[in-house]
């Protein structure tokens, strides 16, 4: 299981975007070291983070929209 901030699908790695992650590229990169998606949730969606800033920032310190997905390794 993987749970992580969210970055914007695309967006470039800067300083503010370091300590966020493209779903998208998390799910590819799983993907190829042979681990199927077996599901995704939004448990920790929040629609109020502009996905803009660093998670460490005050203002967005436990405010920050998060991804959650559950990889399996076939047998």
Do not use: C, W
């Amino acid at each position: 299981m993987i749970v992580d901030h969210t970055r914007r699908h695309m967006m470039p790695e800067t300083d503010e975007m370091r300590r966020r992650e493209d779903p998208v590229d998390v799910i590819l990169e799983v993907q190829a070291a042979g681990f199927l998606l077996e599901k995704s949730s939004n448990m920790f969606y929040r629609p109020d983070d502009e996905l803009r800033y660093e998670v460490g920032r005050k203002t967005v310190t436990g405010n920050t929209d998060r991804f959650t997905l559950v990889f399996r390794k076939p047998k």
